[in-house]
Each structure stands twice: as C-alpha cells, then as structure tokens.
C-alpha cells in the first residue's frame, strides 16, 4: 500500500522535476542577481572612467590606456546594490517559478502530477524559502569578494562586514548569527508574500501583491493609530525605560526573539495561506 | 471502474451538470458527446479531480478523485484541449514526466512520436500547435495510464495525423485501460469509441455501447424514406435514415446521424436505451 501523504523517494523525484523547471522559469533572473556586483562594477568604472575628475570626456585611448585613478565601489555602494538586487529578485522569482499555477493549462498540469499536495508544498517552500535565496547569497558574496580580490580599491568585501562590529558599543545587542539571519529573515518574508500573492492573483502578480501590501497597511495604520492615540505616552515611555534597564543584561536575547516571532508569524499566516491556495485548487 | 452517483456541478448560479448517475467500465474507449456548454470538458475535469463535485460523488477504483492522491493521480493522464509550449524537447519532458509513472515506457513514446512524424529532438514552444498535440498525445499514450481522460484530441490535428491517432490509441493502449475522449469532431473518432455518451443540459441522454445502439437502433441508408425514421438526411443518391431496430437488422452506426437523434427524440431514446 503506498503512502498518499508523504514518500521520501516520490518527493525526491517531485524535488528534482520542480527544481530542474525552476531552473527553466528563473535561471536567468537568478544568474543576472548573483552576477550583479561584477555587471555593477564593471558599469561603474566604465562610466567613471569616461569622465575626468573635471567633467571632461577621456578619449577613447585613455579609456583603453587603464583605468585613470578612480577607486571601485565602495562598501556601502555594493550593499546598496545587494539590497536592490534581493528586493527584485525575491518580489520577482516566486510568480515567476511558481505564477502558472493559477493558470488553466499549465495549472492543471501541475496539479495532476503524481506527488501528494504536501509533497509539492514542500518542494515548493524549500525552494522559494532556502535553495533561491541561499544560493543567490553565496553566489552575490562570492562575485562580490572576486570584484574586492581583483580591485583592493573597493574595500573590504561584503562576506566580510560584521553587523555587530560595525554598531561597534559593547553594551548594544549583538545580532545572531552577525547579521547574516536578519538579512535571511527579509528575504525569506518577502518571498513568501510574492509567493502567496503569486498563488492569489491571476495576472500583474507583483504589482497587485504591492497594491494589496500599500492596502493593507493603509486600513492597518489608521486602526493602529486609533488604537494608541488615548495612551499615556509619558508613562509608556518610562515603563519602557524600566523594563530596558531591567533586563538589560539579555537585551540581545529578546532583540533577537522579537525578530524571530515576527519571522514565524509572518511564515506561519502567508505559509497557511498558500498551503490553503494549492489544496483547493481547482481548474 | 468509475462510478458517478447524482453528480451535480455549477459554476455559481449556472447549473451545468444536475443528478447525473453513470458508470464508467475498464477497458473501454468511452465518446462523450454533446453540445457546446453542456459540460463535458466540466465533466472530464471533474473525472480527473481537478475540479470537487458540488454533489453527488465520483469514484474511482473507490477512490475520489478529487483529493488527488499520488496512487491516483500516477494511474491518470488528463489532456486538456489548449495545451502548454514549454521550453523543453519533447523526450526531455516525456522523460521528466514519466518518472512519476510506474509505466510509462520511453522507447514507447519515441515509438509513437515517429509513427506521428514529430521530431522528439524539437522544443515545444517551437512546435505548431498540431505537432504539441501530438506529443502530449504521444506522452498520455506511453504513460501506462490506466485512465486517459482526453478533451478535443483532435482539434489542431491534420488529415493524416487524424487516422495515425486512431491507429495509435488502439495499438498501444493496453486492454484495460479506459479512454474518456470529449469530442465535438464525432466523424474523427467514429471507428474508436464505444461506448458512446450524449451529455445534455444537465443530463446523460445516452450512455450505451454500439452493440446496443445497433441492437435498438437501425441506420438506413436506402432510396426511400420511412414513415418510422427518427431522423433523416438527404446524401446524393438516397438518404441516411435513423429508425428503431424493429427487425433486428445489422448496420454501422453513425455517429452524427445517432447524435441528432438522440437530440431530436429525447425522451423516446430515452425509454428506448432504459429497456
């Protein structure tokens, strides 16, 4: 009797087929975002160097002559593309993976393939919550420290930056796992809501996925506001002064949990949400 | 087998399909005709579980289809009438498809996919729609499937394409596989069905193999016409006349003549097929 629920070798061969598709659906997108920091530094200092420092146009000779003494990007500049760069990819890739499930033919393709509903959930989450975006990180750091290891111009490299370093108190809260689990935490909730947003809208899946976030926090804010306009705020104040010198010994500890709840929370309503959207589908 | 107890399905208000209580039996390459909108496409996607009943239930082999089950959905093949132009050659997606089913048989697939002269080296987004059909057609074939629920097979298919589909379903499907095709091209499938279903607006008009439309039915193709045909039409030469079988006479249906029949006598057919 086969198990309907869950077969490690069934859901194997589900992972596969699902990956070698995503493959297809977002290879490309995924390629651009981890090749980023060599497109942008090769951008940047081409641009840089067509210009002198006084606004005059090089010839083309100089341009080939070398570089004319400009620095490459810096630390904070690459960050700033890294960060535009994890925004589009993780609004982008989860309709582009996974959009066509909403859609009759290619939906109903899906939905007929020989795994159970669980099965394909899984797949599904490993690879929008932890293949794309693990992969995509160690790829962009690695082309990052390659730009840093072939132009020391550019600083340190962002495999480096330590996050709790850089607030650089003894007394702040240290951030887990220096950093690198908020950044994982921002990715992976933007993933999952495109991913819902995905599986919830027929067409335009991004742009009705932000409208609905801009809705949402429209009707949000006004009810919040309504919420905590009669409070004390004097008193408020100081009962949250009291309660950090309280505990500031583990203010790190539940710095770090309020991170982490917020993190399970979101996973947990937009996780549901999509598992609810893939088990009644119908086409 | 497939069981169908007082089916009913609507989309909001609009009732499509209302008590229907039939069965499917293994081994048979069933023709599910009928009207534009009487729900037949609805019927065959229900009968695969990519839509839930509204009431009534279905089974298959005791199970519903609709909580798609991997133990169900690897013995089933649906193919839609609009079919997708992925970005794979044709064997890599027959290849990556039939892991998931214990049967399917690549050499098989090659097989039919030369009998359909179709290149299976080509990508699907660079195929004619004729030629995509005909690989998907080729993949549900060589799937093993022991249920193949087909939607307008033939639409998108050329001439000669047309008669290697016939003489593809019947040489490589295995004898207890059981074939729902829904068709409005009757004239397509006219050798490979039976039995014969006629859906109306929220009913099965006809359920019956061609033994049993031959048995009740006679399809005369003489000068003159009969005061008892049920339906006539004029051929050069003579007429194709439809008249209940009173002398036991043999005769080769026609399907389209059998379709306006059914249409144009309900309730006599009716009565006639409950016998």
Redesign the interface.
């Known amino acids: 009797m ?1 198990n ?1 629920t869950f ?1 490690i070798s ?1 859901f194997g ?2 992972f596969v ?1 699902d990956l ?1 598709t995503q493959v ?1 659906n977002i290879g490309m997108l995924w390629l651009v975002c981890v090749l980023m920091p060599v497109i942008f530094y090769a951008t940047y200092m081409l641009f840089g160097n067509i210009f002198s420092p006084s606004g005059h146009l090089y010839f083309i000779k100089d341009i080939v002559a070398g570089p004319k003494g400009i620095d490459g990007p810096i630390l904070g500049v690459r960050f700033a593309v890294f960060v535009v760069t994890t925004m589009v990819l993780t609004m982008v890739f989860p309709s582009r993976a996974y959009g066509d499930i909403t859609k ?3 939906g ?2 899906w ?7 669980l ?1 394909k959930y899984l797949s599904m989450m490993v690879i929008c919550l932890a293949v794309v975006p693990l992969t995509f990180i160690a790829g962009h750091l690695l082309c990052d420290w390659l730009v840093c290891l072939a132009d020391p111009t550019c600083g340190k490299a962002m495999a480096a930056f330590n996050i709790n370093s850089a607030i650089g108190q003894p007394d702040a809260p240290q951030f887990v796992a220096n950093g690198f689990w908020l950044l994982y935490a921002m990715i992976i909730e933007y993933a999952l809501t495109f991913l819902l947003g995905a599986l919830i809208f027929k067409k335009w899946k991004v742009i009705f996925t932000i409208i609905a976030l801009f809705v949402l926090s429209n009707i949000l804010t006004p009810i919040l506001a309504a919420c905590i306009s009669g409070m004390d705020w004097n008193e408020i104040g100081r009962k949250i002064e009291n309660w950090f010198v309280d505990h500031a010994d583990r203010l790190d500890f539940y710095f770090n949990a309020c991170i982490n709840v917020g993190l399970a929370f979101w996973i947990a309503v937009c996780g549901t949400w999509s598992w609810f959207r893939l088990k009644n589908r ?2 | 087998m497939i069981t169908i107890d007082k089916l009913g399905f609507s989309y909001g208000t609009n009732q499509v399909l209302k008590n229907i209580t039939t069965t499917f039996e293994e081994g048979r390459i069933y023709g599910l005709l009928g009207e534009n909108g009487v729900g037949k496409t609805t019927l065959l ?1 229900l009968l ?5 009943p509204k009431e009534g239930t279905i089974l298959t082999d005791g199970e519903k289809p609709f909580d ?4 169900l ?2 013995k ?3 193919l ?1 009438d ?3 132009p992925l ?2 050659k044709a064997k890599d997606f027959a290849k ?2 039939g ?3 214990e049967n399917y048989d690549h050499e098989r697939f090659l097989a039919i996919m030369d009998e359909f002269e179709t290149n299976p080296e080509q990508k699907m987004n660079q195929m004619s729609s004729g030629q995509l059909k005909k690989t998907y057609i080729s993949f549900a074939l060589a799937s093993g499937c022991k249920y193949l629920f087909m939607d307008e097979p033939t639409n998108g298919l050329d001439i000669p394409s047309k008669t290697q589909f016939r003489g593809a379903v019947m040489k490589h499907t295995s004898e207890d596989t059981t074939i729902i095709i829904s068709t409005h091209q009757v004239r397509d499938l006219e050798n490979l069905i039976d039995p014969i279903i006629i859906l109306d607006k929220q009913d099965v008009l006809l359920n019956a193999t061609i033994e049993e439309i031959t048995r009740k039915l006679y399809f005369d193709y003489g000068n003159e016409l009969n005061p008892e045909s049920l339906f006539s039409e004029q051929l050069p030469g003579g007429f194709l006349q439809v008249r209940p079988n009173r002398e036991g006479l043999e005769s080769k249906v026609n399907v389209e003549a059998l379709f306006n029949t059914v249409h144009k006598h309900k309730e006599y057919i009716r009565g006639l097929f409950a016998k």
């Open positions: 086969k309907n077969s069934r061969k589900y087929h070698k297809k009759k033919s290619e109903s393709a939905l007929m393939l020989p795994a159970s509903r099965e119908q086409h | 996607t695969c579980g990519l839509k839930a798609r089950t991997p133990s959905l690897e089933q093949y649906y839609p609009d079919v997708s970005g794979w990556m498809n892991v998931f089913r």
